[in-house]
């Protein structure tokens, strides 16, 4: 529990200003508001506090309003006064904009990159008239013509909401952005459906938040609230749904007054009469010149005429008397709207009535939330935010409840106030109650009512009560009474009670550290809560007065801050949120904190041994069991009692010093389901910086021996010997020191101490003082690298939280949540056909998720022989919230093998965990994971044996396995055999594989062979693994066969008709993989090809199945010519393939991009993604990357800065810009995959981002949502090939939320497009960040067949490209995770290095420094790798065959030996034994030491003279560079042998 400071009783400033005003004749008099010529009823004495910015300081302002008085307070005096003519209702302070003004003449609206002037301004509503005041002192009035319920301050300007009533179908919103414009209606937009107006009364705001710029509304139909997006309007949203449009005629300009108003004076404007009407017709899009309103709906059938009669007695008023006639009138401009309310979220609770308000706040670990105050429940209403990937916020669903009847935002502590069921103040940070808030001074809840206060002392704002004047006159029951002395306690008595003991959970945060005070008296007399200035807040009593008290900020300074700084920094944002308690001596918050801690770590306190030194063990304990009723025969409570009595602390105590430190755990009972107990290592890191942090602030000296024993208590748990010995020697009277201390500290010889670790805004002190001795010294800033070192966050990289966050997205064996969203019209049946729907909807994203899955567990485990390798179960089911219900696809018309693809691939994403080097990986594991059952599917063993043949183990099955794999297995088990011995032979021309894919390809069998009942899925594996045995080989036999089969006719009869696409696909591009090494066309095919890509007479028939296709099919008729729409894609990239970064200027002008309309429309939009990406392979080299390479790719009709020509065709143009342009960015992923190249990242990021916007945008509709979804899956994959293995959390945003779009709201995110968001999420942390991509030329090969940029619509479509050739990026990954080691410690450690690259521009290369761990680039660039660290013995890998075995120990887990520096040298014998464990092995003279490390290791010194001669110094050797290696190797040699 905390206390409030400065409580005092409130009273608006404004109040007595108003009561002194002089009440001029002719003003309304201050009692009535009967005359009130809007009709509704204004409360007097409204009022509100904010914080007004000005001048770049933030002061305290205060708006009260009473009947026609407007007064402006700022501290203890009037600002500005204002004293109208009518009732005065709604003032707020508001933001115009100047743009709007600006365009109010323009045949344009404001766009959102215009430049703009925020002019603050007040601003009410009086005499139906927006009036008004900037701060330079101009007035404006913006007439209105109808009654306003109520102003909201908007990001830009204000949102009015018109007062409706029953009936009403008018529009009820309306935007002001600036006095001088139009009041436009505002529009609604639920996903892709067209904008809507906001009519009706059943709406109705409830909150509007400027930043982010938010919306919340009630719908009273459904009692649902609704989260809304303020944004601007886009042109295309400026028509309604049905096409018509809204126009005005013309009404008066508003009136504008310079002079500055005052008190005294009275500003008045007439509102004439204003027409507005509904036109249906296409009238031109131009800006008003005058301020109007149109009310009409699309269904009107006639015009509507708002008509306002003026008052002679208040000019400018609208009376009683207003007219809605219905007249026709000329047509009018047009009113366009200028916001727009986009749907975020709609909640599924609903309520009788609206939240009374809402807020957004923050907790303290930044996550934001919109909170709505549900009264009539008595709950609040979290519903939390995530940032999108545009940067805006977006609503993941994740909504959460509170009990409350109140509650306010503290912004500047993170926090909020909270008035619970009780009437009491409770703290919340977020979902995490904090403690209990105390008001002294204000009586307890049940004796608010009929006690009252005393006067106040001089220097206190409120005096403790009196007993006298507290006693009613007749006598309470005994129960009253105790409640009454117990409430009293702490004002009647001195001392204060002792609180009762209580466990409370290890899981709920307590600012001071123990249990909440239960005498204490309470605010339970809490009426509500009113405004929040800063960390002030006004309370409303239950008597009707208002108390104005601040809120204690959490701990800000000493200690405990410094932990929780430290904590925040690396702890998930669920964990850390945890305020300090700054009303408590710093020693009792650091006890309180530590003792909350241990609990959340699952330590049982009162068990430790520590327990006193936490106060959580001593009096408090008999004082509370002295209050309870005694037992004669006891009781386990009794047990304890004694076990935490002082005298059994002393006798245990004696036994301890004997006792193991590994019982530490067992005495403290530790759980392990605890929230921290994962992260317990990771606090004692922290929080250790922070203790050495401490020792240099002289205001911690109490606090740090409490602090040691608490932190040493942590390092025994872990077994941390330095560290407890540490705090040991520091405090040896607080500490432990176990018999076995000495034991686990190995006594090490001189040794250089690493750099002191710094994390950002924890140990500052320390890396000051660091700074302070490098200075005293003369270090250079590059000098203090060697003593501090930046230790990361927790997002430092993919081994972090993302790639735990990667798991759980790509999980696919727990049901999922089936939140339909409630539909009261609905019945029950048809409630559970919506579930099942929506189920429907997400198991399409959930059979997506194995093969990402198999990216992000590629080669992470070595199976064990004597067990089946566990294949995670495929879950399509759901559950239904709240209760938890099971749903399931039962009763659905579905496709029968639905499942059949999703189960392969979760197969394979199970196989692929196998690392290639696990041992005794033979055919009878293999047999042994085989399925027994029938409950075991054989679809998933079939992936399974396709996964050990990407990684090569599928070449241990014997011939005879593989016949009966073929012969019993079934359609499924056929591809993954074939296609998995084919990657295991890849480029072997192996003569088994080749008969054993011959069987299955009708051109490599004689003409009298036997016709065999092939399936089509095998036959398409077939041809592409014929390409892969012979890749690169230029066989000119199976470059034919391939190329026959590639335009091979439908038929013959009722044969070869169904899926030819994906079959002439795979003979593409195997055609390509034979052809793939030779730079060109070395086989004579380029003719053909041609022919295969822009028609033409089809080739004659040859082969030995000539005489087969004679007899023409049954379903196809193709005629005489080539059929592009099924050869051109795989002879496209044939091509391509073949004059890979051959620079052919021929083939490339072929490829390229039509350049006017009419050649545009002759080609398939897809095929000129095709052409654009094997035209980049063609000029490989000369791929760049820049966005003004990728709109070069683009034909000049097309180009964004080309002017529309009339007559366009827009669908045309937006299909070749969308299929062009993801063409060339898929080519920039594949020309530096694997890379992270920071500009090939950023131009790949805009695209992508660009795409996201597209899909609601204009471009959607004339192109086709499709074809935007699809090229925007081809962007990102591209964008996830530059940044394999990085785990790029901006790339990781993107993925989750496209992840999220699942839903009937999102029609064309289909199957595919979750296999591609989740392939790219599988990419980003490719082999759990150890591994990356290639972009050799097998590589991209490999890349193009995985990622070919056209994906299935349904689980079960392989018209195109079958689903298998997805996992063959196997081929193209490699590990490329170099990991440091110290030689001496063997621990993992941080190392520079200089990495130098091969370069076309330069021949001595160019050097990238890096910091290891790290992803190497790929090797076969690599000049040069040099351990450039002061800390560490320099050596350099040069040769070849050195970065040949820096390969081989990539492979092998990438450990990279480094030898420290000694302080004072070390023994020759030492450094000789160091030596050659670095340097020593079968291939020592491949790595190339410096000389200055091998004299240091030769004695005596006729020796070292002699080595000096051999070795010079390398700016010395000129030429003679290589006989200096071989010189150094051979002393490497002899050194290593001597020692």
């Known amino acids: ?740 201390l000495a034991s686990r500290l190995s006594v090490q010889g001189a040794a250089v101490p690493a750099a002191y670790p710094y994390l950002v805004g924890v140990n500052d002190l320390s890396v000051h003082m660091i700074m302070v001795y490098a200075l005293l010294r003369g270090e250079r800033s590059e000098g203090l690298s060697r003593l501090l070192r930046t230790v990361p966050g927790p997002a430092a990289g993919p081994s972090g939280l993302e790639q735990t966050e990667a798991q759980q997205l790509l999980r696919s064996s727990r049901p999922v949540c089936v939140a339909a969203p409630p539909r009261p019209e609905l019945s029950d049946h048809e409630r559970q056909d919506e579930q099942k729907r929506l189920l429907y909807a997400l198991c399409q994203r959930t059979m997506a998720l194995p093969a990402g899955r198999g990216m992000l567990s590629l080669h992470a485990a070595a199976p064990v022989v004597t067990q089946p390798l566990a294949v995670p179960p495929l879950c399509l089911t759901g559950r239904a919230p709240p209760r938890g219900a099971t749903v399931d696809l039962a009763d659905m018309d579905l496709p029968v093998n639905m499942n059949v693809w999703p189960h392969f691939h979760n197969g394979v994403a199970a196989g692929l965990r196998v690392a290639p080097d696990a041992a005794q990986i033979d055919a009878a594991w293999i047999l042994y994971n085989r399925p027994k059952t029938s409950a075991e599917n054989p679809v998933e063993h079939a992936g399974f044996l396709m996964a050990l043949g990407l990684n090569g183990h599928l070449a241990h099955l014997a011939r005879l396995n593989v016949h009966d794999y073929l012969i019993k297995g079934n359609e499924m088990t056929s591809v993954g055999v074939l296609l998995g011995l084919a990657a295991c032979k890849r480029g072997t021309m192996d003569v088994n594989t080749t008969k054993l894919l011959s069987i299955h390809v009708e051109s490599l069998l004689p003409p009298t062979s036997r016709e065999l009942d092939i399936a089509h899925s095998i036959q398409v594996a077939a041809v592409l693994g014929v390409g892969l045995v012979y890749q690169g080989s230029n066989n000119r036999h199976m470059a034919e066969v391939l190329l026959r089969e590639m335009s091979r006719p439908p038929g013959p009869e009722m044969e070869n008709s169904c899926d030819r696409e994906a079959f002439a696909l795979a003979a593409g591009l195997g055609l390509g993989l034979v052809t793939l090494d030779g730079g060109g066309d070395q086989l004579g095919l380029t003719a053909s090809l041609h022919q295969l890509i822009f028609g033409g007479n089809k080739p004659p028939l040859t082969g030995p199945q000539k005489e087969k296709y004679k007899t023409p099919s049954y379903h196809i008729r193709e005629g005489d010519t080539v059929n592009t729409d099924v050869t051109a894609a795989g002879a496209t990239l044939a091509l391509g393939l073949m004059y890979m970064g051959s620079a052919n200027r021929a083939v490339s002008d072929w490829l390229q991009t039509p350049e006017t309309l009419y050649l545009l429309d002759l080609v398939r939009p897809d095929l000129l993604q095709l052409r654009t990406l094997s035209r980049a392979l063609v000029l490989w080299h000369e791929v760049r990357p820049s966005r003004q390479w990728v709109e070069q790719q683009l034909p000049p009709l097309v180009r964004p800065d080309h002017p529309p020509q009339p007559g366009t065709d827009c669908q045309t143009i937006q299909q070749v810009y969308c299929h062009v342009t993801s063409g060339a960015c898929l080519a920039l992923g594949l020309r530096y995959a694997g890379t992270a190249d920071p500009d090939a990242y950023q131009v790949l990021l805009h695209y992508t981002r660009a795409f996201i916007a597209h899909t609601t945008s204009a471009v959607a509709e004339e192109a086709g949502r499709p074809t935007v979804e699809n090229c925007l899956c081809v962007t990102l994959t591209a964008l996830a090939m530059v940044m394999a293995g990085t785990g790029d959390l901006e790339v990781m945003r993107i993925c989750r939320y496209l992840r999220s779009r699942v839903g009937p709201h999102h029609s064309t995110v289909n199957y595919g497009s979750h296999m591609a968001v989740h392939m790219s999420l599988g990419l980003l942390f490719l082999g759990g960040g150890r591994h990356t991509l290639c972009n050799s030329r097998p590589a991209v090969a490999a890349l193009i067949c995985a990622f070919f940029p056209r994906y299935p619509l349904t689980s079960c479509d392989g018209r195109y ?130 000389a200055e490390l091998l004299l240091s290791s030769v004695s005596p010194a006729e020796q070292r003279s002699l080595c000096r001669h051999f070795l010079p110094p390398p700016a010395e050797l000129g030429v003679q560079s290589a006989l200096a290696d071989r010189h150094t190797g051979a002393a490497t040699g002899c050194t290593a042998r001597s020692g």
């Open 1 to 740: 529990m905390i206390s409030v400071r400065d409580p005092k009783e409130f009273i608006p400033y404004g109040r007595g200003q108003c009561t002194r005003h002089p009440r001029e004749v002719g003003l309304l008099p201050s009692s009535s508001d009967a005359d009130s010529p809007s009709g509704t009823s204004v409360q007097p004495g409204q009022w509100r506090l904010y914080l007004h910015t000005e001048h770049g300081t933030e002061v305290e302002e205060e708006l009260y309003t009473e009947h026609n008085m407007l007064v402006c307070s700022r501290g203890v005096g009037p600002h500005r006064a204002f004293t109208m003519d009518a009732p005065i209702n709604n003032a707020l302070r508001c933001e115009y904009t100047s743009t709007a003004a600006a365009h109010v003449l323009s045949e344009r609206p404001p766009q959102p990159s215009d430049a703009s002037e925020r002019i603050a301004a007040l601003s009410c509503v009086s005499a139906a008239a927006v009036h008004s005041w900037t701060d330079d002192g101009e007035h404006f009035i913006t007439p209105l013509p109808f009654q306003v319920r109520r102003l909201w301050s908007m990001h830009e300007g204000v949102l009015i909401e018109r007062q409706v009533t029953e009936g009403d179908k008018l529009p009820t919103l309306f935007s002001l952005l600036h006095p001088l414009d139009d009041i436009a209606p505002l529009i609604t937009r639920v996903g892709a459906c067209e904008p809507s107006l906001a009519t009706g009364g059943q709406v109705s705001v409830v909150l509007v938040c400027r930043q982010p710029s938010l919306c919340v509304t009630y719908d009273q139909q459904t009692g649902t609230h609704t989260v809304w997006r303020v944004r601007r309007t886009e042109p295309e949203e400026w028509w309604t749904a049905d096409g018509g449009e809204l126009t005005m005629a013309a009404t008066p300009h508003s009136s504008r007054c310079s002079q500055p108003a005052s008190v005294g004076p009275r500003n008045s404007s007439r509102l004439n009469a204003s027409a507005l009407h509904y036109s249906a017709g296409p009238a031109g899009l131009s800006r008003s010149q005058s301020p109007s309103v149109l009310a009409a709906s699309a269904g009107t059938a006639s015009y509507l005429r708002l008509c306002v009669s003026p008052s002679p007695q208040r000019p400018g008023s609208l009376t009683s008397a207003s007219l809605l006639d219905e007249t026709l009138l000329e047509p009018g401009e047009p009113l366009r709207p200028e916001i727009c309310l986009q749907h975020l979220w709609r909640d599924s609770l609903a309520t009788s009535e609206p939240a009374r308000g809402g807020f957004l706040t923050s907790d303290l670990s930044g996550v934001r939330y919109v909170v709505l105050v549900l009264s009539s429940r008595g709950q609040l209403r979290l519903i939390r935010l995530e940032p999108g990937a545009d940067g805006s916020q977006h609503v993941r669903g994740l909504v959460s409840t509170l009990p409350g009847r109140d509650a306010v935002p503290i912004a500047v502590t993170n926090t909020m106030l909270v008035v619970d069921q009780s009437a009491s103040l409770v703290l919340y940070s977020g979902l995490f109650r904090l403690c209990k808030v105390h008001v002294p001074g204000i009586p307890p809840p049940a004796l608010s009512l009929s006690l009252t206060l005393p006067p106040s002392l001089p220097g206190s704002p409120f005096c403790p009560p009196r007993r006298s004047s507290l006693v009613a006159s007749g006598r309470p029951g005994p129960g009253l009474e105790a409640r009454f002395d117990d409430a009293l306690s702490l004002t009647l008595s001195p001392v204060r009670p002792e609180p009762e003991l209580r466990d409370p959970s290890p899981h709920k945060f307590d600012s001071a550290g123990q249990q909440e005070d239960a005498t204490m008296p309470l605010s339970g007399a809490v009426a509500g809560l009113r405004d929040v200035v800063g960390d002030a807040v006004i309370m409303e009593h239950t008597s009707g007065c208002l108390y104005r008290f601040r809120v204690p900020a959490p701990a800000d300074a000493g200690t405990v801050a410094a932990c929780l700084r430290a904590a925040r920094a690396v702890l998930p944002r669920e964990l850390a949120n945890a305020p300090g308690a700054r009303h408590l001596p710093p020693a009792k918050q650091w006890r309180a904190f530590a003792a909350t801690l241990l609990r959340m770590m699952g330590y049982q306190v009162e068990r430790l041994a520590i327990a006193a030194l936490l106060d959580v063990a001593g009096p408090s304990v008999s004082h509370q069991r002295g209050k309870r009723c005694r037992s004669e025969d006891g009781t386990d409570e009794d047990w304890e009692f004694l076990l935490s009595s002082e005298y059994h602390a002393e006798v245990e105590a004696e036994g301890r010093a004997a006792t193991s430190v590994a019982t530490a755990a067992v005495e403290g009972r530790v759980d392990v389901t605890a929230p921290l107990f994962p992260h317990m290592a990771t606090l004692l890191f922290v929080l250790h910086l922070v203790y050495e942090d401490c020792k240099l602030d002289t205001l911690s000296a109490d606090v740090l021996p409490d602090m040691a024993a608490v932190l040493q208590q942590l390092a025994l748990e872990l077994g941390w010997a330095p560290y407890a010995d540490h705090y040991w020697r520091d405090w040896p009277g607080q500490c432990q020191a176990g018999a076995d």
């Open 1361 to 1490: 490209h079958l689903q298998a050739f997805r996992h063959l990026y196997v081929l193209a990954a490699e590990p490329r995770l170099l990991v440091p080691r110290d030689l001496a410690s063997g621990q993992l450690t941080y190392c520079r290095l200089v990495v130098t690259l091969r370069t076309a521009d330069s021949p001595t290369g160019h050097q990238v420094a890096m910091q290891a761990p790290c992803l190497l680039p790929q090797l076969d660039t690599v000049l040069e790798i040099r351990v450039d660290d002061d800390r560490f013995w320099p050596f350099t890998v040069t040769s070849g065959a050195g970065v040949q075995l820096l390969g081989e120990r990539l492979q092998s887990g990438g450990r990279l030996n480094v030898k420290r520096k000694a302080v004072g040298g070390l023994h020759q014998q030492e450094l000789r034994a160091q030596l050659t464990q670095t340097l020593g092995g079968p291939g020592q003279a491949i790595w190339s030491a410096q």
